[in-house]
């Protein structure tokens, strides 16, 4: 038998037993080895290496989303140790959770933008229409960040990183896809560098046509359910001088999508428009021991819905952040390090609906932190970071966070260890809506707080590296929405959220030819008070396989998994596991085709209840790079 035929052979042997296997789990994104020289820019507001973090923290890379074929940034998510998402179909309302965390306690970035939308509940970005073509890397630093990223990062940050160009020369990476549900997909991005300027332009655009967002296994659902949208991203760098450099960052997207209600169907719609810009500017001496950065940003938010009950103009939630941040570094040598910050931000909504009324807000807060980092010796790293927030309606309140990295090379089978912890509080104001909303709103809210740890250790050998994290966090004085209130219910202060878990993730080369990653989250919510279950999933995770069988043609076999959800409105979800198929074949250097057949069995399932999840689907498509 040839090569190709027993890896053939071997690829269908292994793909059944995945089918089968609930307790394989695993994601494309393996632990950033330890011993690596690249800084890690999300961990610290120190320049720190990766042997030098002692958060969990996971890297995506652009190879990650090639081989994964992801389209959108939550595709991804949902195979990271310790993240939960609440919508895996296209244009689903998707929530966040890290380490059990609600989606508002999750703070997203995008090239330095503060991404967050106080016309929401509570100020917290919604990640549904974010694409993949023009990410260069993502960094998903999870447990308490507040002291570093201020208010929305009690869960953990997601950082996205888009392309950029560090060398002269002119690329064009392009794509398009279509398939099931008449899906339509494609987009250019022209990336660029001459002399001291660089530059990037990218326009995607995606439409399909379902299925119907409510499950028909939980209510009525006759009608297929559209979304579509559109984007336009890019990036200007200039070179000012040896030291200094200046960037501009901008993107604007405009999706539309049909509604259902949580188990029903109707005919409602929303649109969507969105944009986000930021000016950055930075400082570095020649021997790199003073760098400084400014940031000035803006992101905002129009949603409009429009439907029976809604005004003929559409019932209208337009919210913006805008942001100043300052960071100073200061390394005089490796020993001894320390960064700090001013931060400077204003939410502003401008509400108005027949649903629950009108009104306009706003908010500030001013910040100031620093963050010192100590190495003593070649394997031991320590930070101490303290931040105060100062908010216009809250007042002053504190947060401080303390990690520690110890790592040893070469110390288990020739491979490198590092044994990592971390401790931190963090603070969250109420939203806008939470307390100004002329129905559901509640003046008396007060801010919650939350602490928690982490300690772990990562393996890394030249073929294999593996992360195992045990956490735990409490949040007190959580908001929720207490239905019992009259007339029609508002937002509440309950006691005291805890959650507890662990997390394991690795990547394995078993031979040249085939790699495995794996990524597996054991998470325990429950009630401080009453000691209940809060119903989040206590099992999730992801397996995959992937194959080269030629050095131009790859197969991937990848599973998915979680149990039992209660958190969500309505009842519940039940376990459920899928399996996609997903090959590619380089039939040039620059030109890529590429399959996939998403949920292979057909599985009926939801991530949240009453939401449809999709069905088996074909998706085939081309990729270049010019």
Do not use: C
């Amino acid at each position: 038998m040839s090569n190709i035929s027993s890896r053939l052979a071997l690829i269908a042997a292994l793909s059944s037993i995945s089918a089968s296997a609930f307790a394989q789990s695993g994601p494309s994104d393996a632990p950033e080895a330890a011993n690596s020289d690249v800084v890690l820019v999300t961990a610290s507001r120190t320049q720190s290496d990766a042997r030098e973090i002692g958060s969990a923290l996971t890297v995506i890379t652009e190879e990650d989303i090639r081989t994964g074929q992801v389209l959108f940034l939550k595709e991804v998510l949902q195979d990271i140790p310790g993240v939960q998402i609440t919508s895996d179909r296209p244009g689903g309302l998707n929530s966040v959770s890290i380490r059990g965390s609600d989606n508002d306690q999750a703070l997203f970035l995008l090239d330095g933008i503060e991404l967050g939308d106080p016309s929401l509940i509570t100020t917290q970005f919604t990640s549904e229409n974010i694409t993949s073509l023009d990410i260069g890397r993502i960094e998903v630093l999870r447990g308490n960040q507040s002291s570093l990223y201020g208010s929305d990062a009690i869960g953990g940050v997601v950082n996205i990183i888009t392309q950029r160009a560090n060398e002269d020369g002119f690329r064009i990476n392009a794509e398009a896809e279509g398939g099931s549900e008449n899906t339509r997909s494609g987009g250019v991005s022209l990336i660029g560098k001459s002399g001291v300027f660089d530059y990037r332009l990218t326009g995607t655009a995606f439409a399909a046509d379902g299925p119907s967002l409510a499950d028909p296994d939980t209510g009525p659902a006759t009608e297929d359910d559209a979304y579509d949208r559109w984007s336009l991203s890019g990036r200007a760098g200039v070179q000012l001088g040896e030291t200094l450099e200046a960037q501009m960052i901008g993107f604007y997207s405009d999706s539309d999508s049909d509604l259902d209600g949580t188990n029903s169907d109707n005919l409602n719609t929303v649109g969507k428009y969105e944009y986000g810009a930021a000016l950055q500017v930075t400082h570095e001496t020649t021997d790199s021991r003073w760098r400084n950065e400014l940031t000035v940003s803006r992101y905002n938010a129009e949603r409009r819905y429009y439907g029976a009950f809604n005004l003929p103009d559409g019932d209208v939630f337009d919210g913006a952040k805008d942001t100043a941040l300052y960071v100073l570094n200061f390394r005089p040598s490796r020993l001894f390090e320390v960064a700090a910050g001013l931060n400077w931000e204003e939410e502003s909504t401008d509400q108005v609906t027949s649903f629950s009324g009108n009104f306009q807000a706003e908010i500030t807060t001013e910040s100031a932190f620093v963050e010192v980092a100590v190495r003593p010796t070649d394997a031991l790293s320590l930070t101490l970071a303290g931040r105060l927030d100062d908010n216009s309606r809250f007042g002053a309140f504190d947060t401080y966070r303390v990690t520690g990295a110890y790592y040893l090379p070469a110390l288990l089978a020739g491979g490198d260890v590092k044994f990592r912890a971390s401790y931190g509080t963090g603070a969250k104001a109420p939203g806008l809506f939470q307390l100004f909303d002329p129905t559901f709103g509640n003046p008396n809210l007060e801010v919650e707080t939350s602490d928690g740890y982490d300690a772990g250790v990562d393996l890394i050998w030249e073929k294999a590296q593996l992360e195992l994290t045990v956490f735990s966090t409490d949040i007190t004085n959580e908001i929720d929405f207490d239905g019992s209130i009259p007339p029609f219910g508002r937002y509440a202060q309950f006691g005291k959220t805890e959650s507890k878990g662990a997390e394991f993730g690795a990547r394995v080369e078993l031979a040249p030819w085939m790699f495995v990653s794996q990524s597996f989250t054991i998470l325990d919510t429950q009630n401080g008070e009453t000691d209940l279950w809060k119903g989040r999933p206590r099992y999730s995770g992801s397996t995959s396989v992937t194959f080269h069988v030629t050095p131009r043609w790859d197969l991937t076999a990848r599973m998915r998994y979680r149990t039992e959800n209660k958190s969500g409105f309505g009842g519940a979800t039940e376990a459920f596991k899928t399996l996609d198929l997903l090959t590619s074949y380089d039939i040039t250097d620059s030109i890529e085709l590429y399959g996939r057949i998403v949920n292979v069995s057909d599985e009926q399932y939801q991530l949240s209840f009453g939401s449809n999840a999709p069905d088996q689907g074909v998706f085939a498509g081309l990729r270049l790079k010019l």
